[in-house]
């Protein structure tokens, strides 16, 4: 089974993003990165709806997760040294969150993207 890692926010959970997982887990076990509180503060402006550890609850509650965790880093590529650790097969993303510094990562450590 491939690993599968998605990113994001996920402040205001909702059906949007519930379904995103149901879709990447097509592609294998899915993974998910959580930007922390500070992140968001600092790329959003503003402070979150839900705490780092409520939103990694209900993340990790849906059944199309395998696993989450709050990611390591800071700024847009927060997740960088986790899927340096991570090595997931696959690093998916939306339209919204398609960026060449993300399939760039992704081709030097030889993920699918």
């Known amino acids: 089974m491939k690993k599968v890692f998605v990113s994001g926010c996920y402040d205001l959970l909702h059906s949007g993003h519930v379904a995103f997982f149901k879709e990447a ?3 294998g ?5 959580i930007g922390s509180d500070k992140t968001i503060r600092e790329l ?6 839900n ?3 409520e939103r990694l609850y209900m993340v990790k509650s849906l059944r199309y997760v395998t ?10 590529m927060d997740f960088e040294e ?15 969150g398609n960026s060449p510094a ?12």
């Open 67 to 76: 696993d989450a965790w709050v990611n390591r880093g800071s700024g847009i």
């Open 29 to 33: 076990e899915v993974y998910v990165g």
């Open 25 to 27: 887990a097509k592609f």
């Open 51 to 53: 705490s780092q550890e």
């Open 82 to 96: 986790d899927v340096r650790r991570f090595k997931p097969d696959v690093f998916l993303v939306n339209e919204d």
């Open 44 to 49: 959003k402006g503003r402070e979150t709806i």
């Open 102 to 113: 993300k399939a760039d990562l992704c081709k030097e450590l030889g993920i699918e993207y």
